[in-house]
């Protein structure tokens, strides 16, 4: 889809020659487009670029797969097989030609409705980062909603969550919620018709599929007069927060599209996934967020897991435009409702009365500093030098470039206190 314009900037100014580059990929092995903005392109370079673009397409369209898969089902279990080296289902004329790959036999019709499971996750962090989320997460996510009362998911970049309403809404009869997914990956097309999947680059609000996947993502927001529905996204966590904003306040555009009295001035209920440390930039850009306390976990993840101390826990939360005490976090975990700040926390996040808020971002008991005026990490002291709390092993150094994890001056992204969590 369509690049984005970058600018390199010094002390909040920028510098240089603004350039185009690769919307999703942030490193040029991954994908060498770069481009001056004011550079003029060649004819020979333009179809160059084209004929790069027909030769990286996927073997099959959308509406192929769909054939391929419905002729999938209809096979004996016996002839059943998925290439794993292609990760790409195989009808028995194919077998020749994938002869010397690895694969798996006997596929059955439970793999094909947990294709996460089936699928190798994309984990390049600086292009796809394709995190998938824990049973424990995935499971209080689908009960969350369904207790508030949804019955549509936009599921953004959430596979995992999509599929569990799948197969949950294929099993039970009652069970009324269905799923949009909206997704890079272009492998989940061979499990999911045109009306389950769009194929989606969530950095430019590009989908591939053109007018026809635009219009089946603007006719799911606008079911029921546009009521019971909710976006819920999980981006990768190296992504620009900027790009992200802008595309998700594209999709609450086209959910506001519907004709009804004060819609316009409505936005459409929203969990936005994402590492604690964003929050700042988040509410840059939706100041109606606010940050819920539970911890989200990952299963294909080293770090992100729920449970442990320190850092080695997850830093990842649910951002969200619905009231804070709608949302009932699990008790059999820890979680309490705090009654000022009205709103759930983690056992751990104790009530400052000083700051008359619970202050904690990352599941520990945080202390207040009388010198900085707010709450700070446990593990933190006042350095007199920097003017503020860090850690005691810190450079006093300080530098005039904005940090790209958190956005603020003071210090680079090596040594960002975000990520200085002990």
Same mark, same amino acid.
């Given at each position: 889809?369509?690049?984005?314009?970058?600018?390199?900037?010094?002390?909040?100014?920028?510098?240089?020659?603004?350039?185009?580059?690769?919307?999703?990929?942030?490193? @040029?092995?991954?994908?060498?487009?770069?481009?001056?903005?004011?550079?003029?392109?060649?004819?020979?370079?333009?179809?160059?670029?084209?004929?790069?673009?027909?030769?990286?397409?996927?073997?099959?369209?959308?509406?192929? #797969?769909?054939?391929?898969?419905?002729?999938?089902?209809?096979?004996?279990?016996?002839?059943?097989?998925?290439?794993?080296?292609?990760?790409? $289902?195989?009808?028995?004329?194919?077998?020749?030609?994938?002869?010397?790959?690895?694969?798996?036999?006997?596929?059955?019709?439970?793999?094909?409705?947990?294709?996460?499971?089936?699928?190798?996750?994309?984990?390049?962090?600086?292009?796809?980062?394709?995190? /998938?989320?824990?049973?424990?997460?995935?499971?209080?996510?689908?009960?969350?909603?369904?207790?508030?009362?949804?019955?549509?998911?936009?599921?953004?970049?959430?596979?995992?969550?999509?599929?569990?309403?799948?197969?949950?809404?294929?099993?039970?009869?009652?069970?009324?919620?269905?799923?949009?997914? $909206?997704?890079?990956?272009?492998?989940?097309?061979?499990?999911?018709?045109?009306?389950?999947?769009?194929?989606?680059?969530?950095?430019?609000?590009?989908?591939?599929?053109?007018?026809?996947?635009?219009?089946?993502?603007?006719?799911? /927001?606008?079911?029921?007069?546009?009521?019971?529905?909710?976006?819920?996204?999980?981006?990768?966590?190296?992504?620009?927060?900027?790009?992200?904003?802008?595309?998700?306040?594209?999709?609450?555009?086209?959910?506001?599209?519907?004709?009804?009295?004060?819609?316009?001035?409505?936005?459409?209920?929203?969990?936005?996934?994402?590492?604690?440390?964003?929050?700042?930039?988040?509410?840059?850009?939706?100041?109606?967020?606010?940050?819920?306390?539970?911890?989200?976990?990952?299963? #294909?993840?080293?770090?992100?897991?729920?449970?442990?101390?320190?850092?080695?826990?997850?830093?990842?939360?649910?951002?969200?435009? /619905?009231?804070?005490?709608?949302?009932?976090?699990?008790?059999?975990?820890?979680?309490?409702?705090?009654?000022?700040?009205?709103?759930?926390?983690?056992?751990?996040?104790?009530?400052?009365?000083?700051?008359?808020?619970?202050?904690?971002?990352?599941?520990?008991?945080?202390?207040?500093?009388?010198?900085?005026?707010?709450?700070?990490?446990?593990?933190?002291?006042?350095? #007199?030098?920097?003017?503020?709390?860090?850690?005691?092993?810190?450079?006093?150094?300080?530098?005039?470039?904005?940090?790209?994890?958190?956005?603020?001056?003071?210090?680079? @992204?090596?040594?960002?206190?975000? /990520?200085?969590?002990?």
């Amino acid at each position: 889809g369509p690049a984005l314009l970058f600018a390199k900037t010094s002390q909040g100014k920028e510098e240089g020659r603004r350039f185009y580059a690769c919307s999703a990929c942030r490193d @040029r092995k991954d994908c060498n487009f770069f481009q001056w903005e004011d550079e003029k392109v060649s004819e020979a370079r333009l179809a160059a670029r084209e004929e790069y673009n027909r030769n990286h397409q996927p073997p099959f369209t959308h509406r192929e #797969n769909v054939g391929r898969y419905k002729s999938f089902l209809l096979l004996p279990l016996s002839k059943r097989r998925f290439c794993q080296e292609c990760q790409q $289902l195989l009808l028995p004329a194919e077998w020749e030609k994938h002869s010397d790959h690895q694969f798996l036999c006997d596929i059955t019709t439970a793999q094909l409705k947990s294709p996460s499971q089936l699928l190798y996750p994309l984990e390049n962090k600086k292009t796809n980062a394709q995190y /998938l989320f824990a049973d424990r997460s995935c499971q209080f996510l689908l009960n969350l909603l369904t207790d508030l009362g949804f019955r549509r998911v936009l599921s953004v970049g959430t596979p995992r969550l999509h599929e569990m309403i799948q197969s949950k809404a294929s099993q039970e009869e009652e069970f009324s919620v269905r799923s949009l997914l $909206l997704d890079i990956d272009f492998r989940y097309s061979q499990f999911y018709t045109e009306d389950e999947f769009c194929h989606y680059n969530m950095f430019n609000h590009h989908f591939f599929g053109g007018e026809a996947a635009h219009e089946t993502c603007r006719k799911f /927001l606008h079911e029921e007069n546009g009521e019971k529905v909710i976006m819920v996204t999980d981006p990768p966590f190296g992504g620009l927060v900027e790009a992200l904003a802008s595309s998700f306040k594209k999709l609450m555009a086209m959910w506001r599209e519907i004709e009804k009295e004060g819609h316009a001035k409505e936005e459409m209920p929203m969990f936005w996934i994402f590492p604690y440390f964003f929050e700042s930039r988040i509410l840059d850009f939706f100041p109606s967020f606010s940050m819920m306390d539970y911890q989200v976990d990952y299963d #294909n993840h080293a770090l992100y897991k729920h449970g442990k101390t320190g850092r080695r826990q997850s830093p990842v939360r649910i951002f969200t435009n /619905l009231t804070p005490s709608l949302i009932v976090l699990p008790e059999e975990e820890g979680y309490r409702f705090c009654t000022i700040c009205q709103r759930y926390v983690s056992p751990g996040n104790q009530h400052c009365e000083i700051c008359n808020s619970c202050t904690s971002k990352d599941g520990r008991r945080w202390k207040h500093c009388a010198l900085c005026k707010k709450c700070v990490k446990p593990s933190w002291f006042h350095c #007199n030098n920097c003017n503020c709390c860090t850690l005691q092993k810190h450079s006093c150094e300080k530098t005039d470039v904005g940090c790209f994890v958190c956005g603020k001056a003071g210090h680079k @992204r090596s040594s960002c206190p975000s /990520l200085s969590c002990p």
